[in-house]
């Protein structure tokens, strides 16, 4: 352990922002390692939002795992620990993703800063940044690593057409199917700095400038924070917003505190709680893909076909019941608000698959149960926890649209929700899979994946 350790406020902050379903972004620190990362998942998908979690807490580990045993550490063989953590990192995260076909194209963007008593580490792989405010001046540390092509136009997520001018393509990311090549450098440090990790939700609408003001007026971490994230909402929030604000106050010795090791909580195998997780999000995944189908069936250009489309779908009785009420509506119309509907076979049928699946779900994001060789208890739990309150956030979004007496115009909005249910059955099965093969060592134990 070093004589000294530098000393650190900080504060962390994620949002969704204005336009998309989910977050995908994620932030961890690492205080007693004094590492602090920012991740921003790509592809539109729970899948990015799995990835970004994943690495944002796997960084840590994968770094002590380099650290065990050294007994000399100077600062151009700890860059090499940090960008081989990396590239380890992206190599396993597309090889275990690509067996998995809810995963393949999972990955995220990536920063990170660990401080030492005088000096910050950094490292990147992608467009989210990092920033120092010194004597009263901001400057970008990093570049992103993109390519920028010509204006397009394209549906988000929420099925708003939108022209988001030009397309930035990543160079750089972890999950990439290319040899990862992150940017990994050093600053001196000097009491009063302030350092700034953010994801591109905040530097698309914010520019540099305003960051510099909202940086240099709020001196309490947590309120800078805050204040960047209100300020991106306020300009069209138009992506998820993740920023950690770090101020260094110096360095002191090293006390006895300091040497004290962290309480573990003996983890607990899953003994069978991830087979009936999987059991259950299986029959899951047969009610959404069963409302997706019936949903691209009753959207059918040829109204006849359409009809007919609903009627076999929902049944004789149910369709002309609600027809008799509702005479004018359309077979999407009338699929999505029968289905909906809490007396329907479809839905009684739904939420019992749900109540299946809550009990060994709780186990898991209570903490205590191991799913992976690298990512403690309370991690994966996050993970699970956030995918899982995404997915019921988006459904009862699903239900109440379904609900109004007019709906025509958010058919396609319907189904871009159902997809994103769809998606997020999928990712939670998928991580049963990858997680215990992610960054495994050879002589770790093997988590259950039965």
């Known amino acids: 352990m070093p004589s000294h350790v530098p000393q650190l406020q900080h504060a962390v902050l994620t949002d969704v922002g204005r336009k998309r379903l989910a977050n995908e972004d994620a932030v961890s620190a690492d205080t007693r390692l004094g590492l602090f990362v920012v991740c921003d998942g790509v592809g539109g998908r729970p899948s990015g939002e799995a990835a970004s979690q994943i690495v944002s807490h796997t960084l840590a580990h994968a770094l002590r795992r380099r650290l065990r045993g050294l007994k000399k550490l100077d600062e151009e063989l700890l860059k090499k620990l940090l960008f081989e953590s990396a590239v380890t990192m992206n190599e396993q ?3 275990h993703s690509q067996a998995v076909p ?5 990955g995220c963007t990536m920063c990170a800063a660990l401080f030492d008593a005088r000096t910050m580490f950094y490292m990147h792989a992608g467009d989210s940044r990092i920033y120092l405010l010194r004597d009263g001046q901001l400057m970008p540390l990093t570049r992103d690593h993109t390519h920028t092509q010509q204006k397009f136009k394209t549906q988000i997520d929420t099925g708003d057409l939108i022209d988001v001018g030009e397309r930035r393509l990543l160079m750089e990311y972890i999950g990439s199917p290319e040899q990862l090549n992150p940017t990994v450098d050093t600053i001196p440090l ?7 990790l953010c994801s591109d939700g905040l530097t698309d609408p914010v520019d540099d400038d305003e960051l510099f003001d909202l940086l240099s007026f709020h001196a309490d971490p947590a309120a800078a924070a805050q204040a960047l994230v209100e300020t991106a909402n306020n300009a069209g929030g138009p992506d998820n ?7 260094y106050e110096g360095y002191r010795p090293v006390t006895a505190a300091d040497r004290v090791p962290p309480t573990k909580t003996p983890p607990e195998l899953p003994h069978g709680i991830a087979g009936k997780t999987r059991d259950a999000l299986a029959l899951l995944e047969a009610d959404l893909n069963w409302l997706k189908q019936g949903a691209l069936e009753s959207a059918h250009p040829k109204k006849l076909t359409a009809l007919a489309a609903a009627k076999r779908r929902l049944g004789t009785e149910a369709y002309r019941e609600f027809l008799v009420r509702h005479p004018n509506q359309s077979a999407s119309h009338v699929f999505h608000q029968c289905c909906t509907n809490p007396e329907s076979d479809w ?4 939420q019992a698959h749900l109540a299946q699946l809550e009990v060994p779900l709780a186990r898991i994001t209570a903490g205590g149960i191991r799913l992976s060789p690298v990512l403690k208890g309370d991690e994966t739990a996050r993970i699970y926890r956030d995918l899982w309150n995404g997915w019921r956030r988006v459904e009862q979004r699903y239900f109440f649209t379904c609900q109004r007496d007019a709906i025509h115009d958010t058919e396609q909005t319907l189904n871009i929700l159902i997809d994103h249910m769809l998606h997020s059955v999928q990712t939670l099965t998928g991580l049963l899979y990858f997680l215990p093969r992610f960054m495994r060592e050879s002589r770790a134990p093997r988590a259950e994946t039965k």
Do not use: E, S
């Open 93 to 95: 995260m597309y090889l």
């Open 102 to 106: 809810a995963l393949v194209g999972m």
């Open 190 to 196: 000097q009491a009063g700095d302030r350092v700034l």
């Open 241 to 247: 917003i993740t920023v950690a604000v770090i101020d």
């Open 347 to 350: 839905r009684k049928q739904y």
